[in-house]
T-cell receptor, first 117, second 111 residues
Framework: GAVVSQHPSRVICKSGTSVKIECRSLDFQATTMFWYRQFPKQSLMLMAT?????????EQGVEKDKFLINHASLTLSTLTVTSAHPEDSSFYIC?????????????FGSGTRLTVV | KNQVEQSPQSLIILEGKNCTLQ??????????LRWYKQDTGRGPVSLTIMTFSENTKSNGRYTATLDADTKQSSLHITASQLSDSASYIC??????????FGDGTTLTVKP
């Protein structure tokens, strides 16, 4: 089945630094990848949608200059949290949609727990 | 406004018992409905995917139903196990690929 690899699974960084999270589709091509944020005991909140080779589409209220998304290939999308602050601490999850067909649906990565200290 | 409502918000059952989770939606135009299982601190894992023409789909002890007329879906878990303890999320997508997430049902299976 479809597998999406997300790294790192956990990261602790100092306030003011930047953190990059990678999301890779391992056995399928993903023209579209999604980035979510999830706070404890809440559902996933879509942050942005990235399409290979084009600029990401951000949801209302998400700062595009703070959450940089790059979807440089059909198998890789990255989310960079720039100048991270403690309020950015959260669980970040990516998902990828296969280029064709519903068989693979939307496959999620395993998530990244970001803690900003 | 597209909405997905799940019930109950949380549920506690004894190991071995069955349970049913509900998902009602107002998403339109409907494309597909997916159920995911999310363990604490992990990404969601797909359980079932159903399109308009499908009204039931099984994945092991998980059986999802879909009534596209009433816009309701259910996820039935048979012979629950401790490992079934997780959050179960219902996601409904439109033809344009816009997905609406439910808030999830937190299931706790006790020995």
């Amino acid at each position: 089945g479809a597998v999406v690899s997300q790294h790192p699974s956990r990261v602790i960084c100092k306030s003011g630094t930047s953190v990059k999270i990678e999301c890779r589709s391992l056995d399928f091509q993903a023209t579209t990848m999604f980035w979510y944020r999830q706070f404890p005991k809440q559902s996933l909140m879509l942050m942005a949608t990235s399409n290979e080779g084009s600029k990401a589409t951000y949801e209302q209220g998400v700062e595009k200059d703070k959450f940089l998304i790059n979807h440089a290939s059909l198998t890789l999308s990255t989310l960079t949290v720039t100048s991270a602050h403690p309020e950015d601490s959260s669980f970040y999850i990516c998902s990828a949609k296969a280029s064709t067909g519903l068989r693979y649906g939307y496959t999620f990565g395993s998530g990244t727990r970001l803690t900003v200290v | 406004k597209n909405q997905v409502e799940q019930s109950p918000q949380s549920l506690i059952i004894l190991e071995g018992k069955n349970c049913t989770l509900q998902c009602n939606y107002t998403v339109s135009p409907f494309s597909n409905l997916r159920w995911y299982k999310q363990d604490t601190g992990r990404g969601p894992v797909s359980l079932t995917i159903m399109t308009f023409s499908e009204n039931t789909k099984s994945n092991g002890r998980y059986t999802a139903t879909l009534d596209a007329d009433t816009k309701q879906s259910s996820l039935h878990i048979t012979a629950s196990q401790l490992s079934d303890s997780a959050s179960y999320i219902c996601v409904v997508s439109t033809n344009a690929g816009k997905s609406t997430f439910g808030d999830g049902t937190t299931l706790t299976v006790k020995p």
